[in-house]
């Protein structure tokens, strides 16, 4: 058994920066969850995509090197990408069934936009948190099974130090730290130990909570916003109605087969 493979750089135009992610193209059905997991594990990129066309739709999963989630915003950016520059998919945009519902992805020119469902912030007490950062945050939402905390300043976002055994211990898919930005709207870092994932580079699906707090706070549906990983990523983001959009650049690093 063999079936196309590739890796691409999300939400960059350069190669080497964004967030990299797996693009497994299928047939018309799943391999099995074990041997899904087994790849991304064996690829250890933050998510590994799998596309399968079935019943005239398109429909995507997304594992990170440990687990299952049920949403990834790159990956599903990436998969679109290796469609439109890879697969001969003609189409000006496409719709893909997934865990978190129908997602849609669209291009104009060079530039891929995403459409993810916005999340429901919830406020928390924060205490706790203190002990997975050196920095103090001011607020703290929960959606998703994640954590959003908000900074004051994008040095404290750029220069947090982080306490991987201590975010591992909070019962979340993953911790967002976010604050406003000098020259951008907003600046944002993740972390999600619990899913195999350090620190992701470019966090697709972190805006659709990142997105409802600032647009709220900076009274403005379109922001720019970049992630400040080592790696570094920029997307520029809208709020329409329940949904938000990402866009962005993407690079292709490789294109090959994977035989099982």
């Keep these: ?24 193209v299928l047939g018309d059905d799943w391999l099995s969850d074990d041997i899904m997991q087994s790849i991304a594990f064996e690829n250890n990129l933050s998510e590994t995509a799998f596309l399968i066309n079935k019943d005239g739709g398109y429909h995507i999963r997304w594992f990170t090197p440990t687990v299952e989630v049920d949403l990834c915003g790159h990956a599903t950016f990436a998969t679109f990408y290796a469609m ?20 849609r992805a669209s291009k104009n020119g060079g530039l891929i936009t995403i459409d993810l469902p916005v999340a429901t ?13 050196d920095s103090h945050p001011v607020e703290v939402y ?42 951008i709207d907003f600046v944002s870092r993740y972390f999600g130990p619990n899913c195999g994932i350090p620190e992701d580079p470019v966090t697709g699906s972190a805006h659709t909570l990142l997105m409802p707090y600032w647009t709220k706070r900076l009274g403005k549906n379109s922001l720019e916003a970049m992630q400040l990983s080592p790696r570094t990523g920029r997307l520029s983001c809208e709020l329409k109605d329940d949904r938000v959009l990402l866009s962005g650049h993407g690079a292709t690093f490789i294109c090959g087969t994977i035989t099982l």
């Excluded at 439109?84 to 997602?103: D, I, K, M, P």
């Excluded at 912030?121 to 950062?133: M, N, R, S, V």
């Excluded at 994008?154 to 967002?176: R, T």
Aim: include cysteine; aromatic fraction near 16%; proline fraction near 3%.
């Design 1 to 24: 058994m063999a079936f196309n493979f590739y890796h691409i750089d999300a939400f960059t135009s350069e190669l080497f920066k964004g967030n990299p992610a797996g693009v497994c």
């Design 84 to 103: 439109v520059n890879h697969e001969g998919y003609t189409g000006g945009s496409v719709r893909f069934q997934s865990a978190s519902g129908e997602l």
């Design 121 to 133: 912030l919830t406020p928390e007490k924060y205490k706790w948190a203190f002990e997975c950062f």
């Design 142 to 183: 929960s959606a998703n099974d994640e954590y959003m905390f908000i900074f004051e300043r994008e040095e404290q976002i750029a220069n947090i130090k982080f306490d991987l055994d201590n975010i591992s211990k909070v019962k979340s898919e993953g911790i967002i730290v976010t604050a406003p930005g000098n020259e």
